[in-house]
């Protein structure tokens, strides 16, 4: 259909593609899982620069660390709760 090569070629000049009657050049997914890949090595090699021993120590046993027991419980000393009457509040009555 003629409207319809009329309306690709449109969206293809106004989203900056190329106008040319030959189609972009095929994806090649082992090609595209090589380069991911070799990003992913390049980003562990400069966060193994980026850290010290100690750091690193540090977020591998991140998990095993010792955690203090929750203290309290979910109520806090400004909230109020209309049940519960101050002590304050009966002995300036």
Do not use: C, I, N
């Not at 998990?63 to 419980?73: L, T, V």
Request: glycine share 6%.
């Amino acid at each position: 259909m003629v409207w319809h090569d009329d309306a690709m070629g449109f969206l293809r000049r106004l989203l900056g593609g190329s106008t040319d009657a030959d189609p972009a050049l095929p994806f090649d997914p082992a090609e595209a899982e090589a380069e991911e890949r070799a990003h992913e090595l390049e980003l562990a090699r400069s966060e193994q620069d980026r850290l010290g021993e100690l750091q690193e120590r540090q977020l591998r046993y991140a998990d095993y660390a010792w955690q203090p027991p929750a203290q309290g419980g979910p109520r806090r000393a400004d909230d109020e709760d209309p049940s519960e009457s101050s002590p304050v509040a009966d002995e300036e009555t």
